[in-house]
């Protein structure tokens, strides 16, 4: 109807294309022009089977229901959405569509070629590469960009031999995979890689991560359907099962082959989180002491953690503040926020400390240092909290900075590290826009080669520093200033 080439849907009932609700609408409103019959005359059996209300993306084959408004997962009992998948895969691979495929080429380098950036005189493309919203899909899309933009962990996984899990009549060929499909041959680690990889290589504008998010609904059940979700809790997630996934041994690579390379980059300092060190706890992974003194005998108690991540709240006097430029109050920072978390506290009455040589639950009061920092440090901000029956969000803008962050004064033995080991510098940030985690949309900043880019889902955008300064952080991702040195040399 409009001519446009962005976002095509087949409706599986009259084979119509359209485009999608993002572009102009024009597939929903033939759904909707369908029921208008419908309501005015008494409808019939073939009336109430005719309805338009499945259409199919032809991009990403992806199915959905208009009256569900929502992706459909399942198939019909003769399998004809998959027909029409398959048939669809042949069109692609014919000679017709190889010269589709060229004048689409045209389009987009056309389309690239008018998002050049100058750099220093020079003119430069945008090799970033989008990842498509699956349906609610963006709190992935947000950590995926994120983690690809953290050098040494997006390099080891890029390196790692490329295996083909399909075989027989399959082999070579795409995939699309249904809820009810039993295949537990899933690899949580080769679906991330091949997504890593096919960020930054600039041959696309826009991948499309069905198959990583497959896996993970396979091994992950928390984050199956298409309801939004929160970010931090499926970057811990992900990077659990990453991290017992290369212990355990993974696409015919032997464990001690995995743990001899770890081992490599791991040197003398591992951070162990469930058994062995992999590359997850190597880059992630940092150690807290937590000290717990009894205020009745003065007993003291050490405990050492390992983390992958910190969860830091705002302090409760910022949470009243909205945005950067309200003039009435100091504005909260990163520092004040990881000053509360390795300040004394004193435990209140619900979380009495049972002091072995008192044989009871005393007061007591808790403090934390850090006994060793990663490689990349990540911050999580604690932006939303129970408040009786609703999960309510703190939007109070945090100033962080973009280098040089020292973390020397929340070390356990400051003195030990050398003068430039404790200092980081922002590699990404994740922020969410909305009022609920269960509600809202997220988005990424990351720098790349010195420049950096804002992620929305398929759209890429060069960006400033001044505008990622702006954000209201959610997750901080921040990279060993050493540890960045290193990976240059490399």
Same mark, same amino acid.
């Given at each position: 109807?409009?001519?446009?080439?962005? $976002?095509?849907?087949?409706?599986?009932?009259?084979?119509?294309?359209?485009?999608?609700?993002?572009?102009?609408?024009?597939? #929903?409103?033939?759904? *909707?022009?369908?029921?208008?019959?419908?309501?005015?005359?008494?409808?019939?059996?073939?009336?109430?089977?005719?309805?338009?209300?499945?259409?199919?993306?032809?991009?990403?084959?992806?199915?959905?229901?208009?009256?569900?408004?929502?992706?459909?997962?399942?198939?019909?009992?003769?399998?004809?959405?998959?027909?029409?998948?398959?048939?669809?895969?042949?069109?692609?691979?014919?000679?017709?569509?190889?010269?589709?495929?060229?004048?689409?080429?045209?389009?987009?380098?056309?389309?690239?070629?008018?998002?050049?950036?100058?750099?220093?005189? $020079?003119?430069?493309?945008?090799?970033? &590469?989008?990842?498509?919203?699956?349906?609610?899909?963006?709190?992935?899309?947000?950590?995926?960009?994120?983690?690809?933009?953290?050098?040494?962990?997006?390099?080891?996984?890029?390196?790692?031999?490329?295996?083909?899990?399909?075989?027989? %009549?399959?082999?070579?060929?795409?995939?699309?995979?249904?809820?009810?499909? +039993?295949?537990?041959? /899933?690899?949580? /680690?080769?679906?991330?890689?091949? &997504?890593?990889?096919?960020?930054?290589?600039?041959?696309?504008?826009?991948?499309?991560?069905?198959?990583?998010?497959?896996?993970?609904?396979?091994?992950?059940?928390?984050?199956?359907?298409?309801?939004?979700?929160?970010?931090?809790?499926?970057?811990?997630?992900?990077?659990?099962?990453?991290?017992?996934?290369?212990?355990?041994?993974?696409?015919?690579?032997?464990?001690?082959?995995?743990?001899?390379?770890?081992?490599?980059? $791991?040197?003398?300092? #591992?951070?162990?989180?469930?058994?062995?060190?992999?590359?997850?706890?190597?880059?992630?992974?940092?150690?807290?002491?937590?000290? /717990?003194?009894?205020?009745?005998?003065?007993?003291?108690?050490?405990?050492?953690?390992?983390?992958?991540?910190?969860?830091?709240?705002?302090?409760?006097?910022?949470?009243?503040?909205?945005?950067?430029?309200?003039?009435? +109050?100091?504005?909260?920072?990163?520092?004040?926020?990881?000053? $509360?978390?390795?300040?004394?506290?004193?435990?209140?009455?619900? *979380?009495?400390?049972?002091?072995?040589?008192?044989? %009871?639950?005393?007061?007591?009061?808790?403090?934390?240092?850090?006994?060793?920092?990663?490689?990349?440090?990540?911050?999580?901000?604690?932006?939303?909290?129970?408040?009786?029956?609703?999960?309510? %969000?703190?939007? &109070?803008?945090?100033?962080?900075?973009?280098?040089?962050?020292?973390?020397?004064?929340?070390?356990?033995?400051?003195?030990?590290? +050398?003068?430039?080991?404790?200092?980081?510098?922002?590699?990404?940030?994740?922020?969410?826009?909305?009022?609920? /985690?269960?509600?809202?949309?997220?988005?990424?900043?990351?720098?790349?080669?010195?420049?950096?880019?804002?992620?929305?889902?398929?759209?890429?955008?060069?960006?400033?520093?001044?505008?990622?300064?702006?954000? %209201?952080?959610?997750?901080?991702?921040?990279?060993?200033?050493?540890?960045?040195?290193?990976?240059?040399?490399?």
């Amino acid at each position: 109807m409009c001519r446009s080439n962005k $976002s095509p849907w087949v409706c599986l009932t009259c084979s119509s294309v359209h485009c999608g609700r993002y572009v102009n609408g024009h597939a #929903k409103k033939h759904y *909707e022009d369908a029921q208008i019959p419908l309501l005015n005359h008494k409808r019939s059996e073939k009336q109430e089977k005719a309805q338009h209300t499945v259409c199919m993306d032809c991009s990403s084959y992806s199915t959905y229901c208009y009256r569900c408004d929502d992706f459909v997962v399942n198939d019909t009992k003769l399998g004809l959405v998959q027909k029409v998948r398959e048939h669809l895969q042949n069109l692609e691979n014919s000679a017709f569509t190889a010269d589709r495929h060229r004048k689409r080429k045209l389009l987009e380098n056309s389309s690239l070629n008018s998002k050049l950036l100058k750099v220093n005189g $020079s003119t430069a493309a945008i090799c970033a &590469t989008g990842l498509r919203n699956l349906g609610n899909t963006c709190f992935m899309n947000a950590i995926l960009q994120s983690l690809s933009n953290i050098e040494q962990f997006c390099c080891y996984f890029k390196e790692l031999p490329a295996v083909e899990l399909r075989n027989g %009549k399959t082999a070579g060929r795409r995939t699309y995979h249904t809820r009810s499909q +039993g295949d537990s041959n /899933v690899s949580l /680690v080769e679906e991330f890689r091949k &997504t890593l990889c096919a960020l930054w290589q600039g041959s696309q504008t826009a991948f499309s991560p069905e198959s990583l998010f497959y896996v993970v609904w396979k091994i992950m059940p928390n984050f199956r359907g298409y309801q939004q979700q929160d970010a931090h809790e499926f970057m811990r997630y992900l990077l659990d099962h990453l991290h017992l996934e290369l212990q355990g041994g993974f696409n015919g690579v032997s464990r001690s082959a995995i743990l001899q390379e770890n081992s490599t980059l $791991s040197a003398n300092n #591992k951070c162990c989180i469930n058994g062995a060190s992999t590359v997850v706890t190597t880059i992630f992974g940092g150690i807290l002491q937590n000290e /717990v003194n009894c205020l009745i005998c003065g007993t003291e108690s050490r405990k050492f953690d390992p983390f992958l991540d910190l969860s830091l709240d705002i302090p409760s006097q910022f949470r009243s503040k909205r945005s950067k430029n309200q003039e009435n +109050g100091p504005v909260c920072s990163l520092r004040d926020c990881l000053r $509360s978390f390795t300040d004394l506290e004193e435990l209140d009455e619900t *979380e009495l400390y049972m002091c072995h040589k008192c044989k %009871k639950k005393q007061k007591s009061t808790k403090k934390f240092w850090i006994q060793k920092l990663p490689k990349a440090l990540c911050l999580h901000l604690k932006r939303f909290h129970w408040t009786a029956y609703l999960r309510n %969000k703190v939007d &109070t803008y945090v100033q962080f900075p973009l280098r040089g962050l020292d973390m020397k004064c929340y070390l356990l033995e400051p003195e030990n590290s +050398g003068p430039d080991s404790c200092l980081y510098d922002l590699a990404a940030v994740v922020v969410h826009h909305g009022s609920g /985690v269960g509600s809202g949309h997220y988005t990424a900043y990351a720098v790349h080669e010195g420049r950096w880019f804002h992620f929305n889902d398929s759209t890429v955008t060069v960006t400033d520093e001044e505008t990622v300064g702006k954000a %209201k952080a959610y997750i901080l991702f921040y990279v060993e200033r050493q540890a960045r040195a290193g990976a240059d040399k490399l």
